[in-house]
């Protein structure tokens, strides 16, 4: 059965995982949008989302270590404060998945992710 589990494990351990979403989350900050499978997609708007909203308001000494410590780089958390700052007013939904052609390999669906202005 499949209760209480929340998180998809896309067929790694935990922290695999988490770096990959880390690295994710440093490109999309970087380059303002990835392309990458929709399962991934997906997952990562559930991890960037949150920092975003975390990266709003006053930016205290612990919400800057918060942040630190998901991202892979410490500076992409003066980036992502002016990504928060750019949607002070906005309620939530900061990224946008656009469908893609799938893979020519295993024909795996995949999706463009981009920070909405």
């Known amino acids: 059965m499949k209760h209480k589990n929340k998180v ?3 067929g790694r351990k935990k922290a695999a995982r988490c770096s990959m979403f880390r690295n994710l989350s440093s ?11 929709e399962t991934k997609g997906k997952e990562l708007r559930r991890y960037f989302e949150p920092l975003v909203t975390a990266a709003k308001g006053e930016l205290t000494l612990t919400k800057r270590r918060k942040l630190i410590s998901k991202l892979a780089h410490k500076e992409d958390v003066a980036a992502l404060v002016e990504i928060a700052s750019e949607n002070e007013k906005r309620p939530g939904g900061y990224l946008r998945l656009i469908k893609l052609p799938p893979t020519i390999g295993d024909n795996s669906p995949t999706v463009k992710v981009e920070l909405v202005k």
Request: charged letters at 20%; aromatic letters at 8%; zero cysteines.
């Open 8 to 10: 998809k494990p896309l």
């Open 27 to 37: 490109s999309l900050i970087r380059e303002q949008y990835v392309v990458t499978t």
